[in-house]
């Protein structure tokens, strides 16, 4: 995803999550054109408009040889383009006319060896780069070289591979060669008046090749001649296409958006750079007019058109708002019936390969979830549907051509996953779930691969997990599917192996970390057994130290925004509660005070990016809350006050965030009240009060979990109960089997069983005479089941009966497990008996006779998702009340108090 948790990459196509999703790789990122010839081998080159020079007769390099209508032959042997007399021809050449020399001829070998790697379909490899680079020495760029040399020789050496950073070599001959091109092109661009020979597809040539080079590595910071150079360039790719004579052709349209969205997405900032988006506005207007034009010269070709809505897409995800650029919604829009037409046609021709139609999924996702509504949109309806076809035809097909590399793969199954998460509903769209179904088994397939080329990368492993989690936590059942299953475990092993592998190229982003562990914590909250899938526990430990080291960073690229981090502490909480050992797990709670640490920094910082939204808030403090003494009550405090002050001041906050911050700050109440041993009031306390009139206003058609919340709320303000909970009885057999031994020990002593004391969650055992309660506590009561650590539920239970007036003694099942050791329990109550008077006075007790069954708190089991990676808002309440009936006999969630 997602981001994202997708979030598609840089290089190829992803979602954005930032905490984006995946990012991508247009189609035809790859191709632009070579002077007029484009640098697809298979693509006709145009032949270009000879102009008069006393000097050359000759014609541009890429095309002059070829008319239109004729594929560009590969040249075969390297070694026949680079011979010494071909490298004393040229030097000659240059020297002979000096600045009269307009560099055609360094063009057309700069085309030459563009056309040999066409032929050979790869980039120049170690052995030809270093071959070339004495030739490249002797390549003296001039600012006299006309308009067409420059941009031929900057796009063919571009495309060729020679300007590739970091895989082959790229060192000190490439950078001053290409640094003396950017220097020329920067001078013709700033002419005052406009250069004769500057022209649209030119322009189209060198901006692809701009983006290109930033595609393949070279960092736009660090090569500010190129960022100048496109700056140059803009209000030429403006000014044509705003002019009444059409210049640019559908394929040079595509390739300028392509070229803009992929700069953009490498680091060219929207905002710093006001020509960019009046260059953009001006584009779509032409890729609009042609879309809607029944001229066949202006149609678009498959790749362009999944291309020219992969780019919208893509500058939509980086800061271009569909809300404010109008155009972009109808350039959208009018798109939408050619996706439709050739997605349905039986045409070969109009088809779309299995990477165009992955990109186009991912488009639209990307477009919905920013804003692109799909009720408002009709055709887009039709659209998705059409395309989920392809993908489903594709994966099935036995035809190699028809395979989705794992890239798409991992896109495909992002986008659906954004799709739904945006109102796409499963059970409505039947075709959704066939995809998923049918994508699910290459997943698995892939991952268990030992060819390398099939290996997801760290994005892509990363996006998988969200999408699965996201489509379970969507109805997708896990029981009901055994293949996604089979997925999730098949990933697993990358994960962690990626984690703790010390090469760079496997090391996961922050987004990715974040995106990771929130969707393990997801399936396991959707039913996967942490106890039976070992790999996963064997992931997320692989996983935290780098939760610790980016927490703890100084590089401002490693901190998790505030999203990342509120959903990892999410996650941690989620884990915990489902069964990861806090103890055994190594680095979980530094990882813990390290995010903590990072809410503090965030909540306190002046600038809005840092500032947590409301729901973040709110998730914030369940998952603290939920962590109970797993976390230093110092720390507890310094991070509740630093975030608790947004919660009153914002009247615009959900029911649902009302209700887990309201919890979230009684649990932290209870813990304060529990470990200071005294009625001494915390300064968050005032808080409860605000959030439960909030709460209480809204009191009719309540949910279940939502009244007991309610009830607590108002007896820790010794205020009167003004909903009736309903708690469902459940007696275990550890208790029901504790409550005779001890009836039996002592014969007189009442024992009353299941009492809900003052509308709260019923005790276990109610001793009435002494004012004593006792509550038998399973592992559901601790944090991790290590029957030690108590978590929030537990603790807010045992402080709100303490307030009450009662003496209350939690006893750990673990102690009841022996006959002996339980003799030792009974004799400590019997002892504790004799020492204590009798109560006098009785505590009014709620006249029914309920259990609390799931713990009292199932609130404490939620938890959302924003996303992008990455969150998608679920129904925490509600989800609450369905859980308990699986585990009922066993998750009785009563409160701990050593044995006495």
Same mark, same amino acid.
């Given at each position: ?698 009191? !009719? ?23 009736? !909970? ?24 009442? +024992? ?59 006893? !750990? ?12 329990? +009974? ?74």
């Amino acid at each position: 995803m997602d981001r994202g948790g997708g979030g598609i990459r840089q290089k190829y196509t992803t979602s954005g999550n930032d905490y984006k999703q995946p990012d991508d790789h247009a189609c035809n990122s790859g191709s632009g054109q070579c002077r007029y010839g484009t640098v697809r081998q298979v693509d006709a080159p145009r032949t270009y408009l000879q102009k008069r020079n006393e000097y050359h007769p000759a014609s541009d390099a890429c095309s002059a040889n070829h008319p239109p209508g004729h594929s560009i032959k590969p040249v075969h042997g390297f070694n026949a383009l680079i011979t010494p007399e071909k490298m004393d021809w040229l030097a000659g050449i240059s020297a002979r006319y000096g600045d009269l020399y307009d560099g055609r001829n360094h063009g057309q070998f700069a085309c030459s060896i563009k056309r040999y790697t066409s032929g050979s379909k790869r980039p120049l490899n170690h052995s030809e780069q270093r071959q070339l680079i004495p030739l490249l020495h002797a390549f003296k760029v001039t600012p006299w070289w006309s308009w067409r040399s420059l941009t031929t020789t900057l796009h063919s050496f571009t495309s060729a591979g020679v300007f590739t950073p970091h895989k082959y070599g790229y060192g000190e001959t490439q950078a001053a060669l290409l640094s003396t091109l950017l220097d020329a092109l920067i001078l013709k661009c700033n002419q005052k008046t406009e250069a004769s020979d500057i022209d649209a597809q030119g322009i189209a040539n060198l901006l692809w090749a701009s983006a290109k080079l930033v595609d393949n590595g070279l960092v736009l910071e660090k090569v500010p001649k190129l960022k100048e150079a496109v700056a140059a360039l803009l209000p030429h790719v403006q000014t044509k296409a705003e002019s009444k004579v059409d210049h640019y052709n559908p394929q040079e349209v595509t390739n300028l958006l392509w070229a803009v969205a992929k700069l953009v997405g490498n680091g060219l900032k929207l905002e710093k750079m006001p020509k960019l988006k009046e260059t953009v506005t001006a584009l779509l207007h032409h890729v609009k007019t042609k879309a809607e034009s029944k001229k066949e010269k202006d149609h678009f070709k498959p790749q362009e058109v999944a291309n020219l809505l992969w780019a919208m897409a893509k500058l939509v995800d980086n800061g271009l708002k569909l809300e404010k650029t109008p155009k972009l919604k109808e350039t959208v829009t009018a798109l939408l019936p050619h996706v439709k037409t050739k997605a349905e046609s039986i045409e070969e021709k109009d088809c779309f390969k299995p990477q165009e139609v992955a990109n186009l999924i991912w488009a639209l996702a990307k477009l919905v979830s920013n804003g692109l509504e799909l009720e408002k949109t009709v055709m887009l309806k039709e659209v998705v549907p059409a395309l989920l076809y392809h993908v489903k035809t594709k994966v099935e097909s036995k035809e190699e051509k028809n395979h989705f590399i794992p890239q798409n793969i991992a896109n495909l199954l992002w986008s659906v996953a954004k799709l739904v998460d945006n109102g796409l509903k499963l059970e409505k769209a039947v075709k959704l779930r066939e995809v998923a179904a049918a994508l699910l088994p290459h997943v698995q397939t892939k991952a268990e691969s030992k060819d390398e080329k099939d290996h997801f990368i760290p994005q892509d492993a990363a996006n998988l997990l969200w999408a699965l989690a996201k489509l379970v936590d969507n109805g997708l059942k896990l029981d009901k599917m055994p293949k996604l299953k089979e997925a999730v475990a098949a990933l697993l092993p990358h994960v962690k192996t990626k984690a703790e592998s010390k090469d760079e190229k496997d090391h996961f982003k922050r987004q990715e970390v974040a995106n990771l562990l929130w969707a393990m914590a997801k399936l396991v909250d959707n039913g996967l057994k942490l106890e039976k899938m070992p790999k996963l526990k064997e992931a997320v430990a692989a996983l935290l130290p780098h939760v610790k080291n980016k927490a703890e960073s100084k590089e401002e690229k490693d901190h998790f925004n505030t999203q990342g981090t509120a959903n990892l502490l999410w996650a941690l909480a989620t884990l915990v509660d489902n069964g990861l050992e806090l103890e055994k797990t190594v680095k979980l709670k530094e990882a813990v005070a390290a995010l903590l640490s990072r809410v503090q920094t965030k909540a306190k910082a002046k600038e809005e990016k840092d500032h947590f939204t409301l729901q973040e808030v709110a998730n914030l403090l369940w998952a603290v809350a939920k962590l109970g003494e797993a976390t230093e009550l110092s720390l507890v405090q310094s991070t509740f006050d630093s975030l608790v002050g947004r919660i009153s001041k914002n009247s615009q906050r959900s029911q649902q965030d009302i209700l887990m911050s309201l919890w979230g700050v009684m649990v932290f109440c209870a813990r304060f009240y529990l470990d200071s041993g005294s009625n001494d009031k915390n300064p968050l306390e005032k808080h409860i009060g605000e959030l439960y009139s909030r709460l209480e206003n809204a009191c !009719p058609g309540s949910t279940e979990v939502q009244t007991v919340i309610i009830a607590m709320a108002a007896s820790w303000l010794g205020r009167a109960c003004p909903v009736a !909970p309903h708690y469902q009885i459940s007696i275990s057999e550890s208790q029901a089997n504790f409550r005779d031994q001890l009836q039996s020990s002592f014969p007189s002593l009442k +024992i009353e069983e299941e009492k809900s004391l003052n509308s709260l969650p019923p005790v276990d055992l109610l001793l009435p005479d002494y004012n004593m309660v006792i509550d038998v506590q399973g592992p559901f009561h601790y944090v991790s089941g290590d029957f030690k650590t108590r978590n929030g539920s537990t603790l807010l239970k045992i402080a709100l009966l303490q307030k009450l007036g009662f003496e209350v003694i939690e006893i !750990p099942l673990n102690k009841l497990w022996k006959q002996d050791s339980m003799k030792i329990v +009974i004799e400590q109550i019997k002892a504790k008996l004799a020492v204590l008077p009798k109560a006098h006075g009785s505590v009014s007790l709620n006249s029914s006779e309920w259990v609390a069954d799931e713990a009292y708190f199932t609130a404490d089991d939620g938890g959302q998702f924003s996303d992008d990676c990455y969150f998608t808002a679920e129904e925490y309440l509600e989800e609450q009340t369905k859980k308990p009936k699986k585990r009922k006999r066993k998750r009785k969630k009563p409160v701990k108090i050593a044995a006495c």
